[in-house]
């Protein structure tokens, strides 16, 4: 356009490119520093622990010719019957059928309902457990610092050790066997949920404390009537979040004796029986998405949830 | 105030008339409630009886045996410290390593996943489904059965991190990228932006923050499930914990704890200063 200022002349807009231009510079090279940390860490951990191209070339095949006996996808050596329309619905006895592939299955139900009990019970443990210690934990509820400051990190503590090393600790002194793993996810379930608990009580409405507590009531009644109606529909929630959570878990800490189907699973992988192992792990994946979906359902139906508890 | 009642005044009769005025209030229950907390409490002892918790009291001097010796540190100075510590850090490198290269798979199938870059309902089941799979088993079966495929070593525990670790962030990305804001995307488009360029101006911008953010976090989790994978045999702290468990040398088992307790106080509070940060840098 003829008569427009041209704008390089701006003495404002000469200004503003300058400070874009040093901005974009300092952003551009601290992107580009990142990615040189990200890229040299990524190095040195790669040397520190081996993983260097060629092996895992190597391994490659080696992993795609297990997890093909894993899904029987070769019948030449594989000593799984690979399933065929025609054989699909017959009997154990016949190769290429489901029920010859899960020919275990009663063993295996067994021992998937004990995980699904041993699940139940630490959760109900540790749900327990949490409760009590929650209100100690809870800042609001207690003059004393001192024992909140314990309490939150004893509960810490209980909640940071590995639940499968402690399972595997106590293996020992109470032998292999489902016990080990109960009381192991039952302590590592009071860490987690006495935290959780204490940060809705202390979300929680102070006033019907203070009224229990001007008509003279102790401290557990102004907990028993005062807090424990407001947070229980919310400690109800994150204890059926924790089942899941604990089923998972229940799976697997049979892999150190601590039982449950992992350590048939274990016992199976380590043998190399394939078909046994495609099995197991096709039904506790089953297992682990029916207990999410029933328990997702379970808490949108029954329970509210107070102060922005979700999944 | 109506019906206000003065505390000097509370005998008796005045709470049997408020018990009367009030009956929902001060209603016990019911006989249906107590049953049911009955049945879930004989369930409960049932399951109890079932695994034997008898045991607990029965097997507690054994339990005090092994706590006795692992507070005695008198051996302290003979333990192989070097080769502890460089199994923690190995540790770590394995949750960065398997961590990382799931982030370099996970981006892509992240895009490929959420419903506004690819608007195919099916394609969206298929891929979501594809994440769960990989999710729902734990790590822990995962460094099992690369154990077997690969041999022991770290490879098997990085590999493991990195399978289950892809279908963990893939999901969260997917949802980071569903949540974005669509005005961005259609400002840039109003000027004539092509789809890559939609894709850096508009979507990038708003979901690397976020991206950032959770993989930190996730570097940060997986550095704690890291050091059970080693009980299977996948290299790092845990290989060492399992050694010590099986020979009951129940002092170094004690000092491992603490190692890796230590180890994880320390990235924790190293991520949510990075985590910090980075919100800080995006908000101002």
Known sequence: MTGAVDPADDPAYRL???????????????????????????????????????????????????????????????????????????????????????????????????????????????????????????????????????????????????????????????????????????????????????????????????????????????????????????????????????????????????????????????????????????????????????????????????????? | MSGSIRLSTLDAAAVAAERARHPDAFRAGGRARWLLLAAILGYLIYLMWLFDFGRIFTDLPRVWVIVRLMVDWTGFASWDHAALWRSMLETVAMAYLGTMLAVIVAVPLGFLGARNVIPSVVFRFVTRRLFDGLRGLDQLVWALVFVRAMGLGPIAGILAIFVAETGTLAKLFSEAIETIDRKQVEGITSVGAGFVARLRFAVLPQVLPVMISQTLYQIESNSREATILGLVGAGGIGLRLSERIQINAWDQVAYIILLILLSVAVIDNVSRYLRLRLIGVVAS
């Open chain 1, 16 to 311: 503003f490119q300058q400070r874009f231009a040093s901005v974009r510079r300092s952003r551009q090279t601290e992107t580009l520093l990142t990615f040189a940390i990200v890229i040299l860490l990524f190095v040195v951990c790669s040397v520190w622990t081996d993983f260097a191209p060629e092996q895992v070339g190597a391994g490659i095949p080696r992993i795609g010719e297990y997890f093909g006996k894993l899904l029987s996808i070769e019948p030449d050596n594989s000593p799984i019957p690979v399933l065929a329309w025609s054989h699909l619905f017959q009997g154990v006895k016949q190769p290429q059928s489901i029920a010859y592939w899960f020919y275990r299955i009663d063993v295996y139900a067994d021992l998937l309902w004990q995980t699904i009990q041993m699940a139940i019970l630490s959760t109900a443990i540790g749900f327990g457990g949490g409760f009590v210690l929650s209100f100690p934990a809870t800042r609001t509820l207690l003059k004393s610092r001192m024992i909140v400051f314990v309490t939150r990190r004893g509960l810490e503590i209980l909640r940071t050790i590995p639940q499968v090393v402690l399972a595997f600790i106590l293996v020992w002194p109470f032998g292999i066997g489902p016990l080990a793993g109960v009381v192991a996810i039952a302590i590592h379930t009071t860490g987690a949920l006495g935290k959780l608990f204490s940060e809705l009580n202390e979300n929680a409405d102070l006033r019907a404390v203070e009224g229990i507590k001007s008509v003279g009531g102790s401290w557990l009644a102004q907990i028993r009537y005062g807090v424990v109606p407001q947070v229980l529909p919310g400690f109800l929630s994150y204890a059926l979040l924790r089942f899941e959570i604990n089923v998972r878990s229940s799976t697997i800490i049979g892999f150190v004796g601590a039982g449950g189907i992992g350590q048939e699973l274990k016992r199976v992988i380590s043998f190399n029986i394939y078909e046994e192992v495609s099995a197991i792990v096709i039904l506790i994946l089953l297992i682990v998405v029916a207990i999410d979906l029933g328990s997702a359902e379970i808490r949108k139906r029954f329970i509210s949830t107070p102060f922005g508890v979700t999944a």
